[in-house]
């Protein structure tokens, strides 16, 4: 069977042996189709196990039997609870493929980067420091230590509102609160986009993820990220440091 015509062949043979069986049988179905080997044809009850009694042909030397295969019941499937689609990490969707099974929960993935991202580009791309929704990080130009923020405009509109901070009686950015206090000086040229993210709840969880492994030291507080993820950043800043 390993030749290319090798089905075509056989749906030859398959025809003749159908045509003459059929030609011969006292009573012929109504129709007769075949796709492969799955076949789609009329009878009356009473007719079916005649019908499908073993049939002999020879072509040749050789000897052929024709016999049907009963139907296997095959398993019904069940609808699942619910599906999750997640996107593809070796070695971690297996695991939570593994999880789930036993739930009821179907597990599908998707790649992180498709063919239409990397092919299709209708338009330029715009600049990071134009794009909006963003988590930003600039840094004291004396102490060398960073400040993550997330605004949902431009990275040059959020600092300029830092830098007005400074003049103002009421010091509600931590920035300013620490330049005032510890007499440093804020390098603004060093504010830059770390990530872009255009939902508010995920935003503000990045901030609080960049916050805790990054190391941040004028921020107020760590952010929204529950402690559940302690463990993970205080692997990732081992491995970082």
């Not at 011969?24 to 044809?41: A, E, G």
């Not at 509600?172 to 609160?177: H, M």
Request: proline content about 8%.
């Amino acid at each position: 069977m390993g030749s290319p015509v090798s089905v075509t062949v056989a749906n030859l043979v398959m025809e003749d042996i159908e045509d003459k069986d059929i030609s011969t049988y006292p009573s012929p179905p109504p129709f007769w189709k075949r796709f492969v080997d799955d076949i789609i044809t009329a009878l009356p009850k009473v007719s079916v196990q005649p019908f499908f009694k073993p049939s002999k042909f020879y072509r040749g030397d050789h000897q052929l039997e024709l016999r049907a295969r009963p139907a296997s019941s095959s398993k019904v499937m069940m609808k699942p609870k619910a599906t999750v689609v997640l996107p593809y990490i070796k070695n971690v969707s297996e695991c939570i493929k593994r999880i789930l099974l036993p739930l009821d929960i179907r597990t599908c993935f998707k790649p992180h980067t498709t063919l239409r991202q990397l092919l299709v580009h209708p338009k330029d791309p715009i600049p990071v420091e134009s794009q909006t929704g963003v988590i930003y990080q600039v840094s004291c130009g004396t102490c060398h230590i960073s400040y993550i923020g997330q605004t949902g405009r431009i990275i040059t509109h959020r600092l300029k509102e830092r830098k007005q901070a400074l003049t103002s009686p009421y010091h509600f950015s931590a920035v300013a609160e620490h330049a005032m206090k510890e007499s440093h000086v804020i390098d603004w040229k060093s504010g830059k986009v770390i990530d872009i993210c255009h939902q508010l709840y995920p935003r503000c969880y990045l901030e609080s993820w960049y916050i805790k492994t990054k190391g941040s030291k004028i921020n107020r507080d760590e952010g929204l990220l529950p402690q559940v993820y302690g463990s993970l950043v205080k692997h990732i800043n081992k491995k970082t440091k």
